[in-house]
C-alpha cells in the first residue's frame, strides 16, 4: 500500500485513501473522480496538476472525456487545464481541436490558453492557422493575447498584427 495505517499515515488514508485505491488498480478514471470529490482544495491542486496532467499526456482521449463529463465549474476547469497541458506535451494539435469543443465561457478560455505556448513553440504556422480559425470571441481574444505574449520578444511585428484583432475591449 502507498501508506500505513498508522499514526500520520492513517490521517492521510482518510485523506487520500480513494484517490490512490483507484490508482492502484490503475482505474484511472475512478482515482481522478475520488480526486476531484475530495473536499480539500490543496489535495485536488496538489495530485491533480500531477495526476491529471500525466493522465492527459498518457490516454488524452480517455482523460478528456473525463474532464468533459464533470459537471460545469470550477472542478471542470481545472481537470481541463490539467488535461490540456498534459496533452500538449505530444499532441498540441490534438488538444486545439478539443478544447474548441466546450463553449465559450471561462473554461474554454483557461483551455486555449493553455494550449497556446505548446502549440506554438512547435508549430507557429499551426498555431496561427488554428487562431485564424477561432470564431470572434472572448476565447478567441484570450488565445490570441496568450500568442502576442509568447511572440512579443521573437516578432514583435507579427504580435502587433494579431493583438490588432483582439475584439474584446475589456
Partial sequence: ALLDDTGAG???RELYGPFLDRLEQRDYAAAAAALMQSSSAPMQTLL???FIVSWGRQSPMEAAAWAASLPPGEAQGRAVEWVVTGWCVSEPQG???WVEQFPEGRIREQAVEAVLPALTSRDEAGATA???SLAPGRSRDVAVGAFCQQLASL???TALRWAGTIRDEE
Avoid: Y
Fill in 10 to 12: 492513517h490521517q492521510h
Fill in 48 to 50: 491533480g496538476s500531477q
Fill in 95 to 97: 488538444a486545439a481541436r
Fill in 130 to 132: 488554428w487562431l485564424a
Fill in 155 to 157: 516578432d514583435s511585428d
